[in-house]
Nanobody, 115 residues
């Protein structure tokens, strides 16, 4: 199994920046695709960004130009750099790892954007 632990969430003002981290118990170079998703009450969990083992990235339209996903294989960590944050970015952010047989999820970290 794969254990994922997110950190870095918190309260930030609109226009501010925040970086989330996801540490994997498994060496992430063995995981073909990892990403970040977010969810708010009453809405479906949505994809934020993904990154492949070849560092090909994909972003949902609402965060393009503001968020950046990256991975550090040596540290078994995936990051999500968030800038120009908006109140609508407020959500619980989940780290995801896709293997051949299973999807693994972290416990989530709360991001609140408010003045």
């Amino acid at each position: 199994q794969v254990q994922l632990v997110e950190s870095g969430g918190g309260l930030v003002q609109p226009g501010g920046s925040l970086t989330l981290s996801c540490v994997s118990s498994r060496k992430i170079f063995t995981i073909p695709n990892m990403g970040w998703y977010r969810q708010v009450p009453g809405k479906q969990r949505e994809l934020v960004a993904t990154i492949t083992n070849l560092r090909v990235t994909n972003y949902t339209d609402s965060v393009k130009g503001r968020f950046s996903i990256s991975r550090d294989n040596a540290k078994n960590t995936v990051y999500l750099q968030m800038s120009s944050l908006k109140p609508e970015d407020t959500a619980v952010y989940f780290c995801n790892a896709k293997t051949y047989n299973y999807d693994y999820w972290g416990q989530g970290t709360q991001v609140t954007v408010s003045a």
